[in-house]
């Protein structure tokens, strides 16, 4: 788990706590019981809702069985916030179980596929440069998604986060020698130096760099 995971993992575990003293709060009433302390279920609920989206998505599972509760059944019992609870429990399960990394690292293979489609498809048509930088833009974001993944800082040059995570042993280093030669002809392209590189290095590089993406972003 990396550092943004583990604050989340903190943060969904404090809501846990709170909501089950917020469920404590019901009191017998003539309509039923309730939870007299609207603010303060609200402001719970608010953070609910922040924290399953902006970490899971909103077209996660966990989103998409918060959302109808909220949608169809009253909040103010304590009933409900339990089942809130129970949806908040299995998503501190399933982040610490490592599946957020997975969910993020398939996704980003995913967008990744799209704009190396996309080169693919310009180096076809005989704009190697073109498609030799788009190729270089997938290969700095993946190299950034992993380090990120291990807890390393991603920031800096490409150059410096694939030497990075070599020492890291994320990958060997005739691997790393591979991910060098594919900035170097990203380079190329970014700086004009066309004769450099040719139309069947662009092909080769896209073609790596798939399956770099395919190995390392789809766990």
Same mark, same amino acid.
């Given at each position: 788990? @990396?550092?943004?995971?583990?604050?989340?993992?903190?943060?969904? %575990?404090?809501?846990?706590?709170?909501?089950?003293?917020?469920?404590?709060?019901?009191?017998?009433?003539?309509?039923?019981?309730?939870?007299?302390?609207?603010?303060?279920?609200?402001?719970?609920?608010?953070?609910?809702? @922040?924290?399953?989206?902006?970490?899971?998505?909103?077209?996660?599972?966990?989103?998409?069985?918060?959302?109808?509760?909220? $949608? %169809?059944?009253?909040?103010?019992?304590?009933?409900?916030? *339990?089942?809130?609870?129970? =949806?908040?429990?299995?998503?501190?399960?399933?982040?610490?179980?490592?599946?957020?990394?997975?969910?993020?690292?398939?996704? /980003?293979?995913?967008?990744?596929?799209?704009?190396?489609?996309?080169?693919?498809?310009?180096?076809?048509?005989?704009?190697?440069? +073109? /498609? +030799?930088?788009? $190729?270089?833009?997938?290969?700095?974001?993946?190299? *950034? %998604?992993?380090?990120?993944?291990?807890?390393?800082?991603?920031?800096?040059?490409?150059?410096?986060?694939?030497?990075?995570?070599?020492?890291?042993? &994320?990958?060997?280093?005739? &691997?790393?020698? =591979?991910? &060098?030669?594919?900035?170097?002809?990203? @380079?190329?392209?970014?700086?004009?130096?066309?004769?450099?590189?040719?139309?069947?290095?662009?092909?080769?590089?896209?073609?790596?760099?798939?399956?770099?993406? /395919?190995?390392?972003? *789809?766990?």
């Amino acid at each position: 788990m @990396n550092a943004r995971q583990g604050k989340a993992a903190a943060r969904l %575990r404090e809501l846990i706590t709170e909501g089950e003293a917020v469920a404590l709060l019901e009191r017998p009433s003539s309509v039923g019981p309730y939870i007299q302390d609207k603010v303060r279920l609200h402001a719970w609920l608010v953070k609910v809702d @922040n924290i399953t989206k902006t970490t899971f998505g909103a077209d996660s599972p966990h989103y998409s069985q918060l959302t109808p509760i909220l $949608a %169809r059944d009253d909040p103010s019992r304590a009933d409900v916030v *339990r089942a809130i609870i129970g =949806i908040l429990t299995g998503a501190l399960d399933d982040l610490e179980g490592g599946f957020l990394q997975g969910q993020e690292h398939l996704i /980003a293979g995913e967008i990744l596929d799209s704009v190396l489609e996309e080169a693919r498809q310009l180096s076809k048509s005989g704009y190697k440069d +073109a /498609a +030799a930088f788009l $190729a270089r833009v997938v290969v700095e974001d993946a190299l *950034r %998604r992993l380090c990120r993944s291990i807890d390393l800082p991603d920031v800096g040059k490409a150059a410096d986060l694939n030497n990075a995570l070599r020492d890291a042993g &994320q990958y060997s280093k005739p &691997q790393w020698r =591979i991910v &060098q030669s594919w900035l170097d002809v990203g @380079n190329a392209a970014a700086h004009g130096k066309f004769d450099d590189y040719t139309a069947d290095d662009v092909m080769r590089m896209i073609d790596g760099v798939g399956r770099f993406v /395919a190995e390392n972003l *789809r766990v």
